[in-house]
Each structure stands twice: as C-alpha cells, then as structure tokens.
C-alpha cells in the first residue's frame, strides 16, 4: 500500500502560491485567526495555521476571547474583525460555545472574507458548482490530495462516510464537479460495510476512532481519512484503522500527516485568492497572467489607472 503524504501535497500548493503573491506586488495578504475558549484542538490547528501561513510569506493574526465571552459582545468585536481593511480572510475556530448563536455569525461573516466555506453564500456556491465561493478547505483538501498523486476522479465510484457540512456533504458537491459517481454514508447506513467496499475512492469523515476497516475497503481502493480523533492509548488516529487495510488498499492517507497537513496549505491558497479578488484580478489572471506569471500586481494597477 502506497501512503499518500500531506507534506508533498503541501509542498506543490506552496508552490502555486508563491506565484499568487509574487503577483500581488509588496502587499501582503493578512488572515485573521477568530477563538473562542481554550479547546486543545482549537489551539493545535491554530498553531499549525499560523505556522503555515508563515511558512508561506502570509501574516496571521489570532484574535482570542474568553469562553464566556457573551454573545452581543462576540458579535461587536467580530463585526470590527469582519469590517478591518487590513483583514484579507477569516477563520472561525468551531464550534463556538453555547451562548453564541453560531448561524448569526454564519450569515454575519463577509464572504468574500470566509476562507473556510461557513457562510450560506459560499456554501450555496460550492452546492451549485460556482468556484467563486470558498469550499470548506478539508473538503478542498481531499481533492487537492487525489489531484497531486494523480489519482483520476472523473467515472470512479467514491464513498463518503460522514453528512456534516464541513466535509461530507460539500465534499460530495466538490466530487460530482469532477464527475464522480457520489455516494454519502453515515453512521446509520444499512449494509455500510458492503457499500463503502463498492467505493474506488473511500472517504471517511464520521468522526469515529478507527471505525473504519479492511471489512469496510474495496481491493485496491484510495483511501482519504479525514478524521482526527484520538485512540485509547491517547494517540492521534483517524477514521481508519490504518494497520488493518494495508493489505486491501492502494493508497491511503496516514492520520497524522495526511489531509491536515493539506488543509492548512488550502487555507493559505484562498487568503490569496481573496487578496486577488479584492484587487479586482482574478478574472485576468487567467489571461494576463498566463502570458507574464510574474508580473508584479502594482505596476498592472498602475497600467490600469493610466
């Protein structure tokens, strides 16, 4: 079994975005990092966003409130956050606590600003194959992985364990885009073990410790674990049971080290392409930038005022 890496999927993105700044001249495109409260998991993929974003030549910023901040005053200094000209993209860490109505900041987020696909606007996008709107980046991520390993999508059977709407089911709007044969599977399928063995590209995303194993996996299937949970002896692990499938899949991605690594890297790409958007470049850079890839943004808003 062949393990498709994150870090050289990474690697290509980081690529690819270093030719979108080089474009945007001497700006620099700055993300803004929203959390509320001090969960473990929030802060790790924080870190690892920063991290990122760093790696990349991006400013970051984290803008950190108290667990029992409440909402009215959430909402205020998120709202100053949303209206900050010098904020090219959000991150909303969730799920917030209880007494923020998390669907008002949903539908209060800029969506041009909405990196990680959680407004209504770019979710409705995503579902009506616009890619002007922000697909949630896991979800982008899985398709990045089977892009960079040049795993063909168009015709295959893919299964998807999980409906959530940070994965499973914008994940599946992604897949048909690339003319796939989609299936969503939850906890609560009948014959789930039949179904996702069906599945020449498995994906699971349920959220369940090692649910998932070779009884569940087709021969020579590509298996993308989107989980991240942890194990008994409190070790990372994903959805999969990564030690029992060697022997019936192709390819698998490893939890730590797989999809994550992956997702941070997407979330850099859409705060460029927010910068580029916002500088009103994105149409042209199909054209213009074809032919000059590295001419730089501020001399081409010069042209365009003169």
Partial sequence: MEILKGAEVSAKIKEQAAQMLSRLGE?????????VGERPDDMSYERGATKKME??????????FPEDVSDQEFKQEFHKINRDEDVTGI???????????????EKMIDPSKDLDGISPSNIAKVFAGDSTGFAPCTAEAVIEVLKA???????????????????????SMLMLKENATVTIC?????????????????????????????RYVGRDAVVIDVGINVDENGKLCGDVDFDSISETASMAT???????????AVLAKHLLCAALRRAGLEG???KFFAKFPHFPLAKLKKCIII
């Fill in 186 to 214: 939850h906890t609560r399928t009948r014959e789930l073990e039949a179904t996702c063995r069906d599945g020449e590209i498995l994906v699971a995303a349920a959220g369940r410790a090692k649910m998932l194993d070779s």
């Fill in 284 to 286: 042209m850079k199909g």
């Fill in 149 to 171: 390993n040049n795993i063909p999508i168009t015709g295959k059977r893919v299964t998807i364990v999980g409906r959530s709407m940070v994965v499973g089911r914008p994940l």
């Fill in 27 to 35: 700006h620099v495109p700055k993300l803004a990092i929203v959390r």
């Fill in 254 to 264: 490893p939890v730590p080290g797989g999809v994550g690594a992956v997702t941070t």
């Fill in 55 to 64: 790696s990349f030549g991006l400013r970051v910023q984290s803008y950190v």
């Fill in 91 to 105: 991150l909303l860490l969730r799920p917030l606590p209880k007494q923020i109505v998390e669907a008002d900041i």
